[in-house]
């Protein structure tokens, strides 16, 4: 249960915020410092299931063939195959449209490697390569799961952003998505808390209401 205080904070940013005729995310921005972010083992790289959702709409892409595929059918945005991915690999526009459309990608483990042959070049500089589906995982928890992710990804950058809900979640929601974020990064960075310089929350088009 997130502290009082960030609740507050949440709240103050959905309430400042003007209304807007769409439905606004709710971001948290990371503000990182006494860290070399041009060494690659210290940039925050990390996906976060959140406890209360995002809040919003999350594709994802498996691919996957026989039994798997077919349980994957109701559950993921596309189910694509080994045909399917030759074809992207002779299709750069149409391999570089589904990495921008879709937020993840699963695989089974049996085609990770023919992924990296096809896709390599088009997904790993997204960071979006997909998520390896071992023989006893259940595809159908393994998606739901996913749906509830967001990526921690700072690159080289001291400042990135993450989603942490919907304007239309209510606070406390919000402040626990924002919570888990928060305890993840002190057990990611080399100095924890140490190396977190500051931290805003705000709606897509609203002020920064500051948590930490």
Do not use: C, W
């Not at 239309?168 to 626990?176: R, V």
């Amino acid at each position: 249960m997130a502290d009082q205080d960030l609740e507050q904070a949440v709240t103050r940013a959905l309430e400042e915020a003007p209304p807007r005729n769409f439905r606004e995310t709710v971001d948290l921005a990371i503000n990182l410092r006494d860290i070399d972010l041009n060494e690659p083992s210290n940039r925050v790289d990390t996906g976060v299931v959140l406890p209360e959702g995002t809040g919003q709409e999350t594709s994802i892409v498996v691919f996957a063939e026989g039994e798997t595929a077919i349980r994957a059918e109701d559950v993921a945005d596309q189910v694509l195959d080994g045909n399917d991915l030759e074809d992207l690999g002779d299709d750069d526009d149409e391999a570089k449209d589904l990495a921008d459309e879709t937020d993840f990608f699963i695989a089974e483990q049996s085609m990770m490697q023919e992924i990296g042959r096809y896709l390599g070049t088009v997904l790993g500089p997204r960071g979006k390569m997909p998520t390896p589906l071992d023989p006893d995982d259940d595809v159908v928890e393994v998606v739901e799961r996913m749906k509830n992710t967001v990526q921690l990804r700072s690159k080289e950058r001291r400042t990135f952003h993450t989603r942490v809900g919907a304007e239309d979640m209510n606070a406390e929601e919000i402040a626990d998505n924002v919570d888990v974020i928060i305890r993840r990064l002190h057990a990611e960075l080399e100095k924890g808390p140490l190396n977190i310089d500051s931290m805003y929350v705000k709606t897509t088009m609203g002020p920064a209401v500051e948590v930490a």
